[in-house]
């Protein structure tokens, strides 16, 4: 089945000229199916330039912050894990039945990230209204030519590597930063800025953005929670911020929103909640890097904005015993810019 999703992405391509608490639904666990396998797709160079040129077009339509109605699911960091990509369609459905919103980081780290990213733009362009991808860190041409997409556009397009890793470096410069859902959820890959007042600052934020570095931008993409700091702290990973609960609350309250969903931290149970649960992390790789046995996790938002996590756990002997033992995020040094 994985693989005919891969057989119609490539006849896609051809053709493309918590908030309210009390209400959440419980955790719901899904075993990874780790005997699912995709094999590495072949593309053109004409359909490499159909998809992004499509693709951007759709985007730079788009405002920095995009609006978007419940229900929804909500996925965090995917890092090329194209079969794990394929296995959450296939246990929650695809675009347009089910609507999505991604927050980011498509690329580097994992062995598929082209696969990944070329499903991605086919289904935006051909559903734009059912698929929201926010950029994520990673969707920077410094970032990424540091953690493996660059490398991957070489080694797997031969002689034009280069110019498709460029074309698509265009693309992410237009990419959506932020997602609201029904005024009341708000969606980043990073985390907040001291630099973002009102939300209008994001709706009126000009794009394409290149090459982000300083500024609200940058801190979304970037940001990480930290419970132990009181207000704001410049991030070791030596980009955007650290910033602490006290933040998160007068944020939400400055901004009418009940609850901040970000990405950008590997969690080993696939996410984290903290300061009284306005503000949750999550991380859709599981097995990440098929270094660490983590679990994976997206949330389902339905349309009273109820919030069901649903945990994608790898089979692995004493699995749930390793997750409960690191029940933490990951160390932020583990992705930081030199």
Not at 2 to 25: F, H, M, P, Y
Not at 131 to 159: M, T, W
Not at 248 to 269: K, S, Y
Request: net charge negative.
């Amino acid at each position: 089945m994985a693989e005919e999703e891969g057989i119609a992405l490539k006849k896609e391509a051809s053709n493309v000229d918590t908030a309210r608490e009390a209400r959440s639904k419980p955790t719901r666990s899904v075993k990874r199916d780790r005997a699912v396998a995709v094999h590495k797709m072949k593309y053109s160079k004409e359909e490499y330039e159909n998809v992004i040129y499509e693709a951007q077009t759709v985007f730079a339509s788009e405002k920095a912050l995009v609006d978007i109605d419940p229900p929804c699911i909500v996925v965090g960091d995917l890092h090329g894990q194209f079969n794990d990509l394929i296995n959450m369609f296939i246990l929650l459905g695809r675009p347009p039945d089910t609507v999505y919103v991604f927050t980011g980081d498509y690329v580097d780290r994992g062995m598929m990230s082209l696969e990944c990213i070329m499903l991605l733009f086919t289904y935006k362009i051909l559903y734009p209204e059912n698929i929201i991808l926010l950029r994520g860190n990673h969707e920077i041409a410094r970032v990424n030519k540091k953690y493996g997409f660059y490398d991957e556009c070489l080694q797997s397009i031969p002689k034009i590597g280069e110019e498709i890793w460029a074309m698509f470096q265009r693309c992410f410069n237009n990419l959506p930063i932020s997602a609201l859902i029904a005024t009341k959820i708000l969606c980043m890959h990073g985390g907040l800025s001291p630099s973002l007042i009102t939300l209008d600052d994001l709706r009126r934020h000009s794009k394409p953005i290149r090459n982000p570095f300083r500024g609200i931008v940058n801190d979304m993409l970037w940001a990480d929670p930290d419970p132990s700091v009181f207000e704001w702290k410049t991030s070791a990973r030596g980009s955007g911020f650290v910033f602490g609960t006290n933040v998160i609350d007068d944020v939400c309250a400055r901004l009418g929103v009940e609850l901040i969903i970000r990405a950008h931290q590997m969690c080993f149970d696939g996410y984290w909640v903290v300061s009284g649960k306005k503000l949750i992390t999550i991380f859709s790789a599981p097995m990440y890097c098929n270094l660490y046995k983590n679990a994976a996790c997206v949330l389902k938002v339905d349309e009273t904005l109820g919030i069901q996590m649903v945990a994608f756990v790898p089979e692995s002997p004493k699995v749930e015993q390793i997750i409960e033992e690191k029940n933490r995020v990951w160390d932020t040094s583990f992705d930081c810019i030199e």
